[in-house]
């Protein structure tokens, strides 16, 4: 008989995670998905569900219904696909990014007839261009846009888009993944038919459930389709349907992510929704105040770019793998390749929950300080870390540590 194989408890190195996605679980919610298992059919547990229901309302600042999708920002984007539109529906697609690419690769595996309006990446999206499209296909069942598109740093105008996709019949679904909890995001009042996010970003939960907005309007359209949804999983509907107060059983609930994104929402209604709005901003002003001290080029523009998720263009003797490895290795800090268009051209740093604090901050520019030197480029010690500080200043950063 061989020797039986003893293992030892599982152990990963510590990062400081500053890339796209995730971010750091704050450690209460690390806590609250040690709690006790209970079945998925318990009352308490029911009891949990609809707590759980009304806090993602107050985020997704809505009173029709929040719940959540297990599985990650994509299975919410596909549940949306899946539940929204039927085989050979027209649907329109706005692309400025990576995930808008997949957004259109997914729909068209799911028999959907996708029309595509790509535009620039690193640009907000021009409504406009909806517009002009839509006046073209007035039969459009539904339209997408992601609010946050985190592959190339902007924030987009999906209020606009929401308004433009009514006015010619169409409902409206957006990715919300690095936005919720993060960014202004009004999902009653800009007419949002369906939007789905991630626990692992804003929310600063680990991955592994995808909190949902639904429109009163995009479950009747569900419940009345002329074909039942291929999914029957990612039914929208039917999961609702266990989230409610009916509790009509459906799949075998994740218990602990539950828990999670349940402790996940508390802190951030505790903290305060537009206040942790504030916090991103604030953070984000400081990082790109000390950027700019180092003299790197940051492509997107005031009025395009997304708090969250800060894009670096990497000068021409810099390269960009090298250059990852060394802020890992040196400081055991992660951030993000570019994707798509921007892959071999950007770096990307994530500020988003419990990652966007200020020690971060300064903590990722003092090692750009003492990295970017070892590519044969000068700078000037500390002005990075002091341009960082006195934004600030500027902003009142003490409110943060009160």
């Known amino acids: 008989m061989s020797k039986k194989n003893i293992y030892e408890p599982l152990d990963?190195?510590?990062?400081?995670?500053?890339g796209p996605g995730p971010s750091s679980a704050n450690p209460r919610v690390l806590r609250a998905m040690s709690l006790p298992i209970v079945g998925y059919l318990d009352p308490a547990f029911f009891d949990l569900l609809e707590k759980v229901s009304g806090m993602l309302n107050e985020i997704f600042l809505t009173n029709q219904m929040s719940f959540a999708v297990a599985g990650s920002g994509s299975a919410g984007m596909e549940a949306g696909l899946v539940s929204l539109a039927e085989p050979g529906d027209k649907v329109i697609i706005c692309s400025y990014g990576y995930f808008c690419e997949r957004q259109i690769i997914m729909a068209k595996r799911l028999g959907l007839n996708v029309i595509p309006i790509r535009t620039e990446w690193g640009k907000s999206f021009d409504p406009q261009v909806l517009l002009d499209t839509l006046k073209s296909h007035t039969d459009t069942k539904l339209v997408l846009g992601i609010?946050?598109?985190?592959?190339?740093?902007?924030?987009?105008?999906?209020k606009e888009m929401a308004k433009i996709s009514h006015d010619f019949g169409s409902l409206f679904m957006t990715d919300v993944v690095t936005s919720l909890a993060g960014s202004e995001l009004q999902f009653d009042e800009w007419e949002i038919d369906y939007a789905y996010s991630g626990s692992q970003k804003c929310l600063a939960a680990p991955p592994g459930i995808s909190p949902v907005a639904m429109s009163t309007k995009a479950l009747e359209y569900i419940r009345n389709r002329k074909t039942l949804p291929s999914s029957w999983y990612l039914d929208l509907s039917l999961i609702w349907d266990y989230w409610s107060e009916n509790h009509i059983a459906h799949h075998t609930a994740p218990v602990s992510m539950i828990y999670g994104l349940r402790e996940a929402a508390a802190l951030t209604l505790n903290?305060?929704?537009?206040?942790?709005?504030?916090?991103?901003?604030?953070?984000?002003?400081?990082?790109?105040?000390?950027?700019?001290?180092?003299?790197?080029?940051?492509?997107?523009?005031?009025?395009?770019?997304?708090?969250?998720?800060?894009?670096i263009n990497l000068p021409k003797d810099i390269d960009d793998v090298k250059l990852r490895s060394k802020i890992l290795e040196q400081y055991s800090i992660e951030v993000g390749r570019g994707l798509g268009d921007f892959a071999g051209k950007v770096i990307r740093i994530g500020l988003m929950g419990e990652s966007c604090y200020p020690p971060n901050v300064l903590y990722i520019l003092q090692a750009l300080e003492n990295i970017i030197p070892q590519f044969g480029i000068e700078i000037s010690e500390g002005n990075a870390v002091n341009a960082a500080s006195d934004e600030y200043s500027k902003n009142g950063i003490k409110k943060f540590y009160e």
């Open 271 to 311: 903290e305060g929704l537009f206040e942790r709005w504030e916090r991103h901003k604030v953070n984000a002003s400081a990082l790109r105040a000390g950027l700019k001290a180092l003299n790197l080029d940051l492509p997107i523009s005031k009025s395009d770019r997304l708090d969250q998720l800060t894009v």
């Open 12 to 18: 990963m190195p510590r990062r400081v995670i500053l």
């Open 147 to 158: 609010h946050a598109e985190t592959s190339t740093g902007t924030i987009n105008p999906i």
